[in-house]
């Protein structure tokens, strides 16, 4: 039975928009920014508890992939954005990122938070995510600057899930701010569950995790999502597609991934935003 749809968000102030990102297709892109020789980067060990990176204010969004360059991201891309009809949940919301080695997938590189902000889910060994984590920024606290050039798309009613994907009633969201929008980030199949607590603070830079193949995930590599929604999100949980997953873990990944509550952006559109 098909769940009602949530309320309508409200309308918030329209951000500034330029014109759309070039269209990716399935395919593996053909040419690729400059590769880092993945030969000289040694991993370094992952500490107990997330590091801090200094007080100063970092440039954002701060490295993703600990000794990689962001404007080097795009070449570590296997499986490109590529979001699917609304209400739908397939092929692909985000960017699964691989360091390959004579075309090996390699676990163990540490996973940076790009922004600084809160957990707003834990993640721990579900399917599909695997280990994952998502972080909370609101936009207000972001520098005006990264946001410029950004298309964020604006406040839109909510969608019916299409009949196909199972999405029980959706979870009280009395807590969340429909009139104040956040960016999260969600940093999935790590190789280990976080140490981190919910709403536990996070500094740009910080190590999340490692890169691992967790959860729906036949290769090591990071499955990476940032989405626009409303403010003080939180999730207990979230899983699909397994015989395990509770009703509240299914209506909270539809919640996140179809019903249009948390629109998704392309990953690479966000770090291209700032020159290198």
């Given at each position: 039975?098909?769940s009602?749809?949530l ?10 928009s330029l014109?759309?990102?070039?269209a ?8 690729k ?18 590091e ?7 440039t ?6 600990q ?6 991201l795009s070449?570590?891309v ?10 739908r949940?397939?092929?692909?919301y ?7 080695r004579n ?16 957990v ?7 399917f599909p ?6 972080i909370?920024t609101?936009?207000?606290?972001l ?16 969608i019916?899930?299409?009949?196909a994907?199972?999405?029980?009633q ?5 807590l ?9 980030v ?12 919910l ?8 190590v999340?995790?490692q ?5 729906n995930?036949?290769?090591p590599?990071?499955?990476?999502e940032?989405?626009i ?5 939180r999730?207990?949980s979230?899983?699909?597609?397994t015989?395990?997953?509770?009703p ?22 966000l770090?291209?935003s700032?020159?290198?």
């Open positions: 039975m098909a009602p749809a309320p309508s968000l409200q309308p918030s102030a329209q951000p500034p014109s759309p990102s070039p990716i297709t399935d395919s593996k892109p053909q040419t920014d400059p590769t880092p020789n993945l030969l000289s980067i040694q991993a370094p060990t992952l500490p107990a508890s997330p801090s990176i200094p007080a100063e204010a970092p954002l969004p701060c490295s993703l992939l000794g990689i360059e962001n404007n080097q070449g570590l296997n499986n490109p954005f590529h979001p699917p009809p609304p209400g949940d397939d092929p692909h985000g960017i699964d990122l691989a360091i390959e075309d090996i997938a390699l676990a163990g590189h540490p996973i940076q938070a790009i922004f600084s902000g809160q707003a889910a834990i993640i721990q060994d579900r995510y695997g280990n994952a984590l998502i909370e609101r936009l207000a606290e520098p005006s600057s990264l946001i410029q050039g950004q298309i964020l798309p604006t406040s839109a009613p909510t019916e899930p299409h009949p994907l199972t999405c029980p959706a979870p009280g969201d009395a969340w701010d429909f009139h104040q929008r956040s960016i999260y969600l940093y999935a199949h790590m190789q280990n569950p976080s140490p981190l607590s709403d536990e603070a996070v500094r740009c830079g910080a999340l995790g890169i691992g193949q967790s959860g995930a036949l290769n590599h990071l499955h990476l940032t989405r929604g409303p403010s003080g999100a999730f207990s979230m899983a699909h597609y015989s395990s997953a509770s509240e873990e299914m209506s909270n990944y539809c919640t996140w991934r179809v019903r249009g509550v948390f629109q998704a952006i392309d990953p690479l559109v770090f291209s700032v020159s290198p």
